[in-house]
């Protein structure tokens, strides 16, 4: 494997951050996935097609707009479930993704990011994406994929 030019933090740091990046992809996917076999509860517009090119944002406000227009209650509750996850979720991967690479005080090579309104501007604030950032945000993540997962439709009930 060839290795990159450039200095990187250890291994440790470098996978907790490829994990978080990995876990939104996972969830925009379930979703994304999940929209084939429930087709016919959605309106056009709600379809992989219009939604596999968009940003996670994007999508979770799409999934929070179909919920409101659902009338089956553990899709509603579901697509409302997942549109909030996945707005939290993209807020973290997009921190980590968004930061900028530095050096510490204890000379580690951490991620800094410069936080950001609701307008996406610089606020003027910044902060360390540090190794308790880090936990902190996998605790999170861990919390909202159990919420996900708890009113996820069943294959069962709801079938390709």
Known sequence: MTNLRISL?????LEQIGEIAY????????????????????????SLENLEGQTAGIIARMALEEAEKINDGQIKRYLHTIGKALKEVADIRNDVLHARPATDAEQKQRLYRAEVGSDRKPTGKRFWIDDDWLEQKRCVLNEVLDTVNQVRPSFKDYPA
Do not use: V
């Open 9 to 13: 933090p250890e291994p440790e740091y």
């Open 23 to 46: 876990a939104a992809s996972s969830l925009e996917w379930t979703l994304l996935g999940d929209i084939t076999r429930m087709k016919n509860h959605f309106g056009s517009d709600f």
